[in-house]
Structure formats: structure tokens, C-alpha cells
């Protein structure tokens, strides 16, 4: 059987293993980015991220992990931080044109949807926008007509829906949010336990300028992005 590396430069060639290597190095490159966690209640949406400050001579305002597609969806990063960039661009003109056509907010799912096809589209034609595999993984929450959701898009194109996930390269993350996660759970508790996860992977001390929470509750249907002031008050309520 020929070598992998005589197929690990073509975006879409197959190996004989039926294979895409260059898919699986996006993959990996999701798994290196600061931890983000986003959990689905009754009561709305949370999605929280650590944010890596390079230098104390960094803003760290300027660098955002939360962004908001439409103002009852919001999303979280993992990866390289230009490609989301490109994906929640698409996101947000997808969102746009629904609205204008429709004359209603576009389902989370469909703008999930819409995210997961732009992931397939690199290098189908000739002056295609990236020529290789997106190394970003989205969390995308929101609330819509059927209620708070939660899915997360990624290098392959394939979106899941799930209750409460982890992606970045906070391996426990995910194994305590599948302890302690339970669907009675209330914003407030998602608040908890999701800066609670990102204190325990992070290296630094956890503070205001190196978190950032949102959530879109169902009552409202809005995206909030905490203030430094909210952020505070979480962290000073965990556990010791």
C-alpha cells in the first residue's frame, strides 16, 4: 500500500484507507485551541471560552472567543481564530438574507447548517476563499421557535446538536461536564459549572480579562455577552 504522505497533501483525494488526511489535520488543530464550553438548559444558552493573553502588553479586550451571528445566536471558537472569522462572516449574511426574504429569524439549525456546507466548499473552484480544510470547531447556541439549542460544526462538515460540550484542548473538560451536567440544571447553575470547568484546565488564574461568558436566555431571545463586573461575580462564587 502506497505511503501516507503520497496522500496527505491533497485536500480531496482519498487514501486507500478511505481517508482524507488533510480533513484529520483540521481536526487536530481544533484540539489545540483554548478550551470553550457551551451548555443547553430550559432556560436559555451558555457558552463560555478561556481567552490565551500572549504578552501583559496584550489588550486583552481585542481578543474575542464569543461572537454573535444574529441577536438570538451566538457562537465559540476552537482553532485558528482567521477561519472562524471566514465562518461566522458566512454565518451572519446567511442569518441576514433569511431575515430580509422570510421576515423571521433564521432557525439555529439552519444557520448550523448553513456554517457546516461553507466547511466543505475549500477549494472547489478557482478563487475559492482558503484552498485547504477550516481548523476551527464552533459551538453555535442559540433560541428560536423550538427552543434553546446547542450544536457544534466542524472541519469535516458534519454538525451535531448536544446538550453540553467541550471542544479545545481541555481534555477533562468534557468529562466533567458529562458528571455533572443534568437537564434540570438552571442558567445560573450552567453559569457555575461551566467557569468552574474552564478555572480547572486552565494555567493561568482564572480572571474577567481572560474568560468570556454569554448566553441567550429563552425568555428573551437575546445574545448577552457578560460584562467584566458579571464575569467577577461568577468567578468569586465557586467553590474553593
Not at 481536526?27 to 444558552?45: D, F, K, Y
Not at 456554517?115 to 482558503?130: H, M, P, T, Y
Not at 484542548?169 to 442558567?187: F, N, R
Not at 468570556?212 to 431571545?221: F, P
Amino acid at each position: 500500500m502506497s505511503g501516507k504522505s503520497e496522500y496527505d497533501r491533497g485536500v480531496n483525494t482519498f487514501s486507500p484507507a478511505g481517508r482524507i488526511f488533510q480533513i484529520e489535520y483540521a481536526l487536530a488543530a481544533t484540539n489545540l485551541g483554548s478550551t470553550s464550553v457551551g451548555i443547553q438548559t430550559a432556560e436559555g444558552v451558555l457558552i463560555a471560552a478561556e481567552k490565551k493573553v500572549p504578552s501583559t502588553l496584550v489588550d486583552a479586550s481585542s481578543l474575542n472567543k464569543i461572537s454573535e451571528i444574529d441577536s438570538h445566536i451566538g457562537c465559540v471558537m476552537s482553532g485558528l481564530v482567521t477561519d472562524a472569522r471566514i465562518l461566522i462572516e458566512t454565518a451572519r449574511v446567511e442569518a441576514s438574507n433569511h431575515q430580509f426574504t422570510y421576515g423571521e429569524p433564521m432557525r439555529v439549525e439552519a444557520c448550523t447548517l448553513a456554517v457546516a456546507d461553507s466547511c466543505l466548499r475549500f477549494g472547489e473552484r478557482k478563487g475559492a476563499s482558503i484552498s485547504r480544510p477550516f481548523g476551527v470547531a464552533l459551538l453555535i447556541a442559540g433560541v428560536d421557535d423550538q427552543g434553546p439549542s446547542l450544536w457544534l460544526t466542524d472541519p469535516s462538515g458534519s454538525y451535531v446538536r448536544y446538550e453540553a460540550k467541550a471542544i479545545g484542548d481541555g481534555m477533562e473538560a468534557q468529562a466533567t461536564l458529562q458528571e455533572k451536567y443534568h437537564k434540570s440544571m438552571s442558567l445560573d447553575e450552567a453559569e457555575i459549572l461551566a467557569v468552574s470547568i474552564l478555572k480547572q484546565v486552565m494555567e493561568e488564574k482564572i480572571k474577567s480579562d481572560n474568560v468570556e461568558v454569554a448566553s441567550v436566555r429563552t425568555d428573551t431571545r437575546k445574545l448577552e455577552v457578560y460584562t467584566a463586573d458579571k464575569v467577577n461575580k461568577i468567578i468569586e462564587s465557586l467553590p474553593a
